[in-house]
């Protein structure tokens, strides 16, 4: 397994995201800007597909920016000018698929309110699955979600593990904050 920690040490594009973000649990505090920021990495993780990581994280403030600060209801209200706007814009990946996705995800993301209090209480319900079980889950609920989508997703918010080697200090932050996957047993992630 090739680690993001020693890709990460040093670079001036990966070094904050690996050491504050990456793997680090979402703890539910935040009511809706839980909703914004799980929203926003699922975005990211999907306009990474095919694509390098670097490149996303620089796009990422650009990305944020164009679509409104990933604001749920927001982007669920985009209508053709919207997405005219986004793909003319060149501080995003313009791929009409994947715009597209995003804004039906934000769509599904509203029905997951009511459905199950939100974005974040929809993946704590079902947790602990493995990652072909989450992959299944994610592809019946939203748009664009493939396997590696889904796996750096919830790896990113502490559901599944293998974010960080064991020895790097990020780790040993995140298994003091008893992320999910942490917390039951190793053989749950299993492909079965």
Known sequence: MSWYCAAA????IHETYHDNEYGFPLLG??????????????SLELFQAGLSWELILKKRPTTVAAFDNFDVDTVAAYKAKDIKRLLGDAGIIR???????????????QVLRDSDGGFANWIAAHHPLNRAEWTKLFRQTFKFMGGEIVNELLMCIGYLPG??????AAYKRIARMKP?????????FLES
């Open 29 to 42: 505090k935040n009511g809706n800007d839980d909703e914004r920021y799980l929203f926003e990495l699922q």
């Open 163 to 168: 974010s960080h080697h064991p020895d790097c």
């Open 180 to 188: 999910p996957w942490s917390q039951v047993d190793a053989k749950v």
């Open 95 to 109: 791929n009409k698929l994947k715009v597209a996705s995003i804004i039906e995800n934000a769509k599904r993301i």
């Open 9 to 12: 040490k040093g670079s001036p």
